[in-house]
């Protein structure tokens, strides 16, 4: 199940797209595949990522795991969500990276940002967000900025956007149901909240290039491991990206 032309101009002009590609069987099979993945140990080539919360040491993010799960890389490389992604792109894509942000209860948010900064090699990307559990306002449902993903905005010593062109924009909170999936641009804003919740607000992230640019998601991981180890972190967050979005304090 791809999308309309309709669907397709609503993404140009926003910089974002809500779409429900999934059966039920789907969203139930996404969710026991994510269950997996979670309670995969620390040992492995995959990257599991932590946090300290009010609710002690939480999982926080999971990254470079279609390697080690057929059922999740036959996900991100086929069917709708690659449909769906060469759709918007114009052409035929790629899968660049992929990440599950787990979000449990109590888990922390990420600041305002956009995407392309922390990516290198190409300059346009499409990412979606598959949301495992509902994703609400009550547990820091993602935010984004309508019809902004034209250029880079001014950014902070986080690579973050900055505090006045923050301010400068309208925030609009997009709700989502387990098993929707909500694209945006590589250039569009979004930020998420504090799950302050008593629920889990579970998320897959692929994110996918043009395949006329490469087969880049060995280059990408490659690339973040050697900036990880030369670049020491400095922010008093977890470091799970290239730039230091997320909010969650470091597990000591």
């Known amino acids: 199940m791809g999308i309309t032309a309709t669907q397709a101009r609503e993404y140009q002009r926003q910089g974002w797209l809500h779409t429900q590609p999934f059966s ?27 946090e300290m919360t009010d609710n002690g040491p939480r999982l ?6 279609i390697p080690f799960h057929a059922h999740l890389k036959t996900l991100l490389t086929s069917g709708p969500i690659i449909e769906i992604a060469s759709a918007l792109l114009g052409e035929p894509a790629v899968l660049y990276k992929e990440k599950i942000n787990y979000k449990l209860s ?6 305002p940002h956009q995407d392309a900064p922390a990516y290198p090699f190409v300059a346009t990307h499409v990412s979606c967000m598959v949301a495992v559990d509902d994703s609400l306002i009550t547990n820091g449902c993602l935010e984004v900025v309508n019809a902004h993903h034209q ?17 400068e924009m309208t925030w609009q909170p997009v709700e989502a149901r387990a098993g929707d999936v909500l694209w945006f641009h590589s250039l569009t ?12 607000r ?14 880049l998601r060995d280059a990408y991981y490659t690339q973040k491991l050697k900036e990880f180890r030369e670049n020491p972190h400095t922010a008093e967050t977890v470091q799970v990206s290239l ?10």
């Open 243 to 252: 730039i230091n979005d997320f909010q969650g304090k470091p597990v000591r």
């Open 60 to 65: 926080c993010r999971t990254e470079n795991f």
């Open 151 to 167: 250029k880079l905005l001014p950014i902070n010593n986080l690579g973050c956007i900055s505090d006045q062109s923050v301010a």
């Open 202 to 215: 579970r998320a897959m992230y692929p994110t996918f290039n043009a395949l006329r640019e490469g087969d």
């Open 106 to 111: 109590g888990g922390a948010g990420y600041a």
């Open 24 to 50: 039920s069987i789907d969203i139930a099979n996404i969710a026991r595949w994510v269950d997996e993945v979670q309670a995969w140990s620390d040992n492995g080539d995959w990257l599991h990522y932590r």
């Open 189 to 200: 804003p979004h930020r998420s909240g504090t799950n302050s919740s008593a629920t889990d």
